[in-house]
């Protein structure tokens, strides 16, 4: 089903480093980031955040093949930097 493909020694933070854009968020604010969109999160003092997911109909049956196939990876096979980053999961520290 799903083809192995060689272990990828670049990180994808430093891969995209001169793309990247700070956006701060505030206090009340809310932010929507889109399925898929990569992003990191940095919290420099204790914060409590709620966060979720919404998808919408036509995105279902990719979210679930893409799903599947982070379940079946073998944990062993992945990047330590990267572990949970290709979900659709808000990362929060």
Same mark, same amino acid.
């Given at each position: ?10 990180? #994808? ?11 701060? /968020? ?6 929507? /980031?889109?399925?898929?969109?990569? @992003?990191? #999160? ?5 914060? /409590? #955040? ?12 990719? @979210? ?18 990267? #572990? ?10």
């Amino acid at each position: 089903m799903f083809s192995r493909r060689p272990f990828i020694s670049i990180w #994808v933070g430093d891969a995209s480093f001169d793309q990247r854009q700070r956006v701060e /968020i505030k206090e009340g604010y809310t932010a929507i /980031i889109p399925s898929g969109y990569i @992003h990191f #999160v940095y919290t420099p003092e204790d914060s /409590i #955040v709620v966060g979720g997911n919404f998808l919408m109909t036509q995105y279902l049956e990719q @979210h679930f093949d893409q799903e599947d196939a982070a379940t079946a990876r073998d944990p062993a096979d992945s990047n330590p930097q990267s #572990v949970g980053i290709w979900r659709n999961d808000l990362l929060l520290r």
